[in-house]
């Protein structure tokens, strides 16, 4: 059974900093990709960085492009989001998500992945 755990979410001030992590079992990281989508309220489902095992490619979304950053560490079966300088508008639920064999134009559509874990909310003050 394939499991992805998202933990990691909170309130911080702009400008701050958090880091997401994703646990993950039951998913071979080869050939494999993981990702954080986000939702706001009232917004769609919004992929904004994501991994792919096999060459660590990583795809990010221009909202989160240099201040966000994934990063996996196999041995731990864990993926990181890293996120600095954070704005009000990063406020929503943080998600992440797991699939095979997506290319590379696919990664930041939520439709490619079939395995999701629970949401953690991440609040950011102005």
């Known amino acids: 059974e394939v499991q992805l755990q998202a933990s990691g979410g909170g309130l911080v001030q702009a400008g701050g900093s958090l880091r997401l992590s994703c646990a993950v079992s039951?998913?071979?990281?080869?050939?494999?990709?993981i990702a954080w989508f986000r939702q706001a309220p009232g917004k769609e489902r919004e992929g904004i960085a994501c991994?792919?095992?096999?060459?660590?490619?990583?795809v990010y979304s221009d909202s989160v492009k240099g201040r966000f950053t994934i990063a996996s560490d196999n041995a731990k079966n864990t993926v990181y989001l890293q996120m600095n300088s954070l704005k009000p508008e990063d406020t929503g639920v943080y998600y992440c998500a797991g699939g095979l064999g997506i290319i590379l134009t696919m990664l930041r559509l939520p439709s490619s992945y079939g395995y999701w874990g629970q949401g953690t909310l991440v609040t950011v003050s102005s």
């Open positions: 991994i792919v095992s096999d060459d660590d490619d990583t």
């Open positions: 039951g998913l071979t990281f080869g050939n494999s990709a």
